[in-house]
């Protein structure tokens, strides 16, 4: 997944600030100093094990397990405590069961599918077996990146 250095680090200085607000939540934060200068402190710490410079890059594709951003946002959330399932709705009509601990973005898929052929999702249900898991992926910050994933170009809350 690639995700824009610079929005990540707003995210942290506008979490931060918000976190700020609330003195009741850091008794010492009186003491200390605005952001200013940190910058480059937050960008290395929030980014830095993970970014990559546009030239190390050679071809980008998508992912045949990472699930499209519309269909995430119909999952809603946690089936039961620390775990969610729901049925995916395939091109064909086929009914898959997907569950995974924490992880939604990216699941094993059966033989012949990818998961943008998942037209839509039925959350906190599950289709007869086989349950399909959640796969491993990391995110790939990279400098001058718009728009990802995480942070689209147009931050949909108010």
């Not at 010492?28 to 960008?43: Q, V």
């Not at 946690?78 to 973005?105: A, I, K, L």
Request: charged content about 25%; proline content about 9%; glycine content about 6%.
């Amino acid at each position: 997944m690639l995700a824009s250095e610079e929005q990540r680090v707003a995210l942290a200085h506008r979490r931060l600030a918000e976190t700020r607000l609330r003195k009741a939540w850091w008794p010492w934060s009186r003491a200390r100093p605005a952001l200013g200068g940190e910058d480059f402190t937050l960008r290395a710490f929030l980014t830095g094990a993970n970014t990559l410079k546009p030239y190390d890059i050679a071809r980008l594709e998508p992912s045949a397990f990472a699930l499209p951003g519309a269909r995430m946002a119909e999952i809603r959330g946690e089936s039961s405590m620390g775990w969610t399932q729901f049925v995916g709705v395939m091109r064909d009509g086929r009914e898959v069961s997907f569950g995974s601990t924490f992880h939604w973005e990216c699941f094993a898929m059966p033989d012949g599918y990818t998961a943008a052929d998942i037209v839509r999702i039925r959350p906190h249900e599950r289709a007869p077996e086989p349950l399909y898991r959640e796969r491993p992926f990391f995110t790939c910050y990279v400098p001058g990146l718009q728009a990802s994933a995480w942070f689209p170009a147009k931050d949909p809350r108010p």
